[in-house]
């Protein structure tokens, strides 16, 4: 249903650590999966010509530059690199020659780019980078996840609003529930920035309901969890680090004590269960705050994230999100 | 060798959700275990008088007060909790009756009453307190894990100087690495706060090595990882919040796909034993800054943590490292 509108997504070839080969893999498989995708893809010529050729819902926009992981994020908005595939892909959005920015590249420098060329709203301070962790209820958003390690509580506020939207617009959630990171759920805990923040939110932010521990971003008590991006990252990595480090310690502990070649089998399923239920389906992050979908996938993407990464950016412009932003915040 | 040493500990027996009941329990297994340990125990005198009277080892200090959970932790320097067991117990250090103070009730009541009874260093502007998270190399240790929300980069210097003494004179380390909690490794990440600190410990702090990200905190990669209070409590929650849940989920995940009984059991057996080699095996979180030995329980220890505990107070109450700290921060 949903699907039925056409939309067109610019995509960097180069984001990644398995780019080029592994977006365009993902590329065909999200263009197969929706009827109604066109994707605009940027990249070197060599690395994309034949594949866009192949593929008529794929249109090939050669690029010159391309900005590795490696390099300093800021550099994507220097001269040197006006013609690298991030920039270029960022101003299709901009010119309206495509609906929503995809690449899993440098989340900073995808940022930086996203936030000069398509622009934030016109009240909007900062940018943020959310993304949706898997809970046994569904999934809770954290916001920020890291785009800015020093924050006012106004820049959370602006968060939480934004947050809502996305929430209402793109997961259906009606009235999101919403926690703000602290040392501990009771009003009085926090440091004197989250004290400060606390105050401000139980005054201006809707469906605010108080300080959340960090558990409580994957056991489902809030819709949404805000953080400054520095505390939000801390979390984010802590949970992502101790999933994979127990599900390796698991694995071994588990095989060495059931020998037999079924036992190891079930175990390898059942634990490969679990992780699909426990990563994200979006593919990536995204960014809120420009007037655009600006999705960014994790460096280490493989063909069936880059491919969630594209549907997720269709989706997002495919719904109603950046007018209600645009009504909310205020056009540039 | 160690253990030749005679040692009494001062014990709160109405610390934690499982009190006193827990608590005797874990004393009982303590005394047992270390046949130079003895015990001043502190509580209500229903509660410990049988108890004391068949244990020789142990001796009872009746008390009239309990400071609850529940009960605001800055209560316990008040006039009306002067004869509560948490700050009777501090006394008996304080005057030597005792070498160490252990307590698995409100950190926060704990650390206020030792820092105002047992008095900090001289030179120390904040105490803090610290735990060791196991990880596949041995275990590393947090600190500040969430005594003080807000620091100044002094502080964090502090925790440094300490953590180190304290890695060297109770877990042998002789040059612990140290690095400071961060959003990303590379010296130029983090947010103002982090960064001028970073300039400081890079300055001023021996085995300083730079950055550290959450994972870093369960790897191996530094033998003490410093962040404040309100970030360390952060990362130190998520890391238990997603340990739990994860094993929570891997035990019925595999459970439903192995359904015989023996592949339960075994199931039963590998994750029990995995969780024994997560939990770390000294018994709760340490204060560091007060001129005497302080080991907090955590809330819901059970007769084994208590008795870890206490064995971790007689460890450190036989060690050099309050005589250290005395040299280094100076009595008052």
């Known amino acids: 249903m949903e699907n039925s509108k056409k939309v067109v997504v610019a995509v960097d070839a180069h984001g990644g650590d398995n780019a080029p080969a592994c977006v365009l893999e993902g590329v065909k498989l999200a263009v197969n999966k929706d009827p109604n995708l066109y994707v605009e893809l940027f990249g070197d010529k060599d690395a994309i010509e034949s594949f866009c050729t192949q593929n008529d819902k ?8 391309i900005l590795k992981m490696s390099d300093d994020p800021e ?3 220097k001269r040197q690199f006006a013609d690298c595939s991030i920039v270029q892909a960022c101003k299709a959005v901009k010119n309206n020659q495509a609906q929503a920015f995809f690449s899993a590249g ?12 398509i622009r934030r709203f016109a009240n909007i301070k900062r940018p943020c980078i959310i993304s949706a962790l898997p809970s046994p209820k569904g999934s809770t ?3 920020d996840m890291g785009a800015n390690p020093d924050c006012s ?3 959370l506020l602006q968060f939480g609003q934004m947050a ?4 209402q617009n793109i997961c259906g959630i009606q009235n999101p529930k919403i926690g703000l990171l602290s040392n501990g759920e009771e009003d009085c805990k926090g440091n004197s920035f989250t004290k400060e923040t606390h105050a401000l939110l139980c005054e201006k932010l809707d469906g605010f309901k108080g300080n959340a521990e960090s558990p409580n971003i994957i056991d489902g008590s809030f819709d949404i969890v ?3 991006g520095f505390c939000g990252n801390i979390a984010l990595k802590a949970i992502e680090g101790t999933s ?4 390796s310690e698991i694995k071994s502990s588990l095989m060495s004590s059931l020998k037999s070649k079924i036992g190891a089998l079930l175990i390898k399923n059942s634990l490969y269960s679990l992780k699909e239920k426990m990563s994200d389906d979006i593919g990536g992050a995204i960014l809120l705050g420009v007037q655009g979908v600006v999705v960014i996938g994790h460096g280490n993407s493989k063909a069936k994230n880059i491919s969630d990464g594209i549907l997720t950016s269709a989706k997002m412009a495919r719904s109603n999100l950046i007018n209600k932003m645009n009504e909310e915040f205020g056009k540039r």
Do not use: Q
């Open 141 to 143: 958003i954290l916001a």
């Open 58 to 65: 794929v249109n090939a926009n050669f690029t010159t530059k």
């Open 244 to 247: 994979k480090m127990l599900m």
């Open 226 to 228: 805000l953080a400054d």
């Open 153 to 155: 509580p106004e820049n």
């Open 106 to 117: 440098s989340t900073g420098a995808c940022a930086a780019a996203a936030s000069v060329i």
């Open 75 to 77: 550099l994507v908005i």
């Open 164 to 167: 809502s939207l996305y929430a």
